[in-house]
């Protein structure tokens, strides 16, 4: 989750575009990336693990915007994705599209 060099649009993909963050029962951040997927982070250490990569098919549909998280009481993680066709960069098209491409997955 670091990135040196930051151009806007031009780099959101390579170095990431935070949606959601949270802090779980173990008090380790998720965090959720737009672009990437979602992420456990180590506070302390700065350690990371990536728990869903946002590639990963869903039901034949990848996720191109990853926007929104929410923890269960029983530990499951809700993910929202705006579309399965157009990324943060392009999301005006996603209302111009009006197809209802969006989605909540359980990872």
């Not at 996720?63 to 929104?68: A, D, E, I, P, R």
């Amino acid at each position: 989750l670091k990135c040196v060099i930051f151009v806007p649009e031009a780099s959101m993909a390579q170095c990431g575009y935070l949606t959601s963050i949270r802090i779980d029962s173990n008090g380790l951040l998720l965090v959720l990336d737009a672009y990437r997927g979602l992420f456990r982070v180590n506070p302390t250490t700065g350690a990371t693990e990536l728990l869903w990569q946002a590639s990963t098919p869903v039901n034949g549909r990848v996720s191109k915007y990853l926007n929104g998280m929410a923890i269960a009481p029983d530990g499951n993680i809700y993910l929202s994705d705006s579309s399965d066709n157009f990324d943060v960069v392009n999301d005006i098209y996603i209302i111009m599209e009006g197809r209802p491409s969006g989605r909540y997955t359980r990872n």
